[in-house]
């Protein structure tokens, strides 16, 4: 793909997008509904596979393996929960991830290599990995101030959810660290 394409692309976006949305946002500011830790691969199009394509709807921090570590992560979902105060924070895994394989694998060069070191997993398993990284994600996060916090006045939800790569299926495996059961 060309850099042209790219740009064509957000031609066809900006002339297809209803412009008085778009400055409502600008005029009144952002209020995403949820703060979305996930991974940056490419297979994990946050706003598609949720079906939420318009621009507004998600504040999505993405790394490497989900993972929360540094203060600009951690910066960032602070500034969601107590500035834009969104109702759900979702630490969102996926299957075959790239960030755990090369921890399960000992990856152990450059920045990688000090990324994956920080995930602190027992499981020599993939599928198993990925999850436990999740688990791992939402202790992190819930150990944060102002989700502690927000969890406190009951303000915040803080969800772990795992996208199978194959089928295009998010399922939730958490609720405020909590295995999630379904609420009818
Ligand atoms: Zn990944």
């Known amino acids: 793909m060309k850099i ?10 900006a002339s297809g997008i209803d412009k008085r949305t778009l400055r409502e946002l600008v005029e009144k500011g952002q209020k995403p509904v949820a703060t979305i830790i996930s991974c940056s691969d490419s297979r994990v199009p946050v706003e598609v596979i949720f079906n939420q394509i318009y621009p507004g709807t998600f504040f999505i921090i993405r790394t490497a393996g989900n993972m929360v570590s540094d203060t ?4 960032s979902i602070e500034y969601a929960i107590v ?18 394989k090369a921890r399960l694998a000992g990856y152990n060069e450059g920045e990688i290599g000090k990324l994956v070191r920080g995930m602190k997993l027992k499981s020599k398993d993939l599928d198993k990995a990925v999850i436990e990284n999740v688990d791992l994600q939402v202790k992190r996060v819930i150990e944060m101030e102002c989700v502690k916090y927000a969890l406190d006045k009951k303000t915040i939800e803080v969800y772990g959810m795992l996208y199978d790569l194959s089928t295009g299926q998010v399922n939730c495996l958490s609720k405020n660290g909590a295995p999630f059961l379904l609420e009818f």
């Open 4 to 13: 042209i394409e790219l740009l064509e692309g957000n031609k066809s976006f």
């Open 72 to 75: 600009s992560v951690k910066g």
């Open 83 to 100: 500035h834009l105060k969104t109702p759900y924070l979702i630490v969102l895994g996926h299957t075959e991830c790239g960030a755990i």
